[in-house]
């Protein structure tokens, strides 16, 4: 079974510049997370999709959005770019195990460089 | 407010020797608590994942312990390799009937292992 797919790799942009980064999960997997991960910060949850439907939004302002299509990829979008935006971008698939278990795959991330 | 701390930050053992990470958590209503390993420009790996009702987990050389009572958990890797190198993160997760939101990250310990 094919892992989490994310594109592209790697991206350099400039302030006031807006991307689009895209997120293809476990085949099966409904459920699409995405999060930003800094050496400072470390992991921090952006916003959760579950069958094309925002189930789950962090504290990040409104220039992160996202969606999440018919067969469960996901984009999330970054508009008017700021220095502090660059991070590294992991997209989770997650599939529920138990009542209070699941279990999350993450992608190999997207790098975004803000210039 | 929720809130996982790991320690120590960093950690550089010689390869063969055993070492032992922890995380305190403040988390409430606790579900379960998972350790991940996040090798350089990777997206992390699950190693382990407990609830409430597990003290211990292992997954080959990496052992995970949970005390619900005092709020610690701490991972135990035996026989260290070079391969071990990475950073090992801390995921507590609160019981909100599912969803990501609920999932609270610690900022990792960054292990080096030299040979």
């Known amino acids: 079974k094919a892992g989490v797919t994310q594109t592209p790799r790697y991206l350099i942009k400039t302030r006031g510049q807006q991307v689009t980064l895209s997120c293809s999960p476990i085949s099966g997997h409904r459920s699409v997370s995405w999060y930003q991960q800094t050496p400072g910060q470390g992991l921090q949850f952006l916003f959760e999709y579950f069958s094309e439907t925002q189930r789950n939004k962090g504290n990040f302002p409104g220039r992160f959005s996202g969606r999440q299509f018919s067969n469960s990829r996901s984009e999330m979008n970054v508009s008017t770019l700021e220095l502090g935006d660059s991070a590294l971008y992991l997209c989770?698939?997650?599939?529920?195990?138990?009542?209070?278990?699941?279990?999350?795959?993450f992608g190999p991330g997207t790098r975004l460089t803000v210039l | 407010k929720n809130q996982v701390e790991q320690s120590p930050q960093s950690l550089i053992i010689l390869e063969g020797k055993n070492c032992t990470l922890q995380?305190?958590?403040?988390?409430?209503?606790?579900?379960?608590l998972r350790w991940y390993k996040q090798d350089t420009g990777r997206g992390p790996v699950s190693l382990t994942i407990?609830?409430?009702?597990?003290n211990t987990k292992s997954n080959g050389r990496y052992t995970a312990t949970l005390d619900a009572d005092t709020k610690q958990s701490s991972l135990h890797i035996t026989a260290s390799q070079l391969s071990d190198s990475a950073s090992y993160i801390c995921?507590?997760?609160?019981?909100?009937?599912?969803?990501?939101?609920?999932?609270?990250f610690g900022k990792g310990t960054h292990l080096i292992i030299q040979p």
């Open positions: 995921v507590v997760s609160a019981y909100s009937g599912g969803g990501a939101d609920g999932l609270t």
């Open positions: 989770a698939s997650t599939f529920r195990t138990g009542a209070y278990t699941d279990t999350q795959y």
């Open positions: 407990m609830t409430f009702s597990e």
């Open positions: 995380c305190n958590y403040t988390v409430s209503p606790f579900s379960n």
